[in-house]
């Protein structure tokens, strides 16, 4: 089983920052593309970025220049670094990862249970 675990969220004012950290453990051979995305109340979850294995990335466009997504392979984590945050980033983040069992077989995904941004004065 895998298990991917959310941390970094919390209340930040107008223009602040936060890093978000996601920590994927369990029986991965390999982990393909990770990512972020986020999801409000009544609104379908959207993506705010991905980082694939060769470190290529990709940005929603409402966070373009003002968020960055990292990895790091060796600990199998995925970073993202929010800075300018605006009320209307408020939203539960969700990490989410492509991974395989065994080199040659399916990739699966698999989310994890979400950390909570607020930003408010």
């Known amino acids: 089983q895998v298990q991917l675990v959310e941390s970094g969220g919390g209340l930040v004012q107008p223009g602040g920052s936060l890093r978000l950290s996601c920590a994927a453990s369990g029986s991965i051979f390999s982990i393909g593309s990770m990512g972020w995305y986020r999801q409000v109340p009544g609104k379908e979850r959207e993506l705010v970025a991905s980082i694939y294995s060769d470190g290529s990335t990709n940005y929603g466009d409402s966070v373009k220049g003002r968020f960055t997504i990292s990895r790091d392979n060796d600990e199998q984590m995925v970073y993202l670094e929010m800075n300018s945050l605006k009320p209307e980033d408020t939203a539960a983040y969700y990490c989410?990862?492509?991974?395989?069992?065994?080199?040659?077989?399916?990739?699966?995904?698999?989310w994890g249970q979400g950390t909570q941004v607020t930003v408010s004065s």
């Open positions: 989410k990862v492509w991974y395989q069992l065994r080199p040659g077989v399916t990739w699966y995904d698999y």
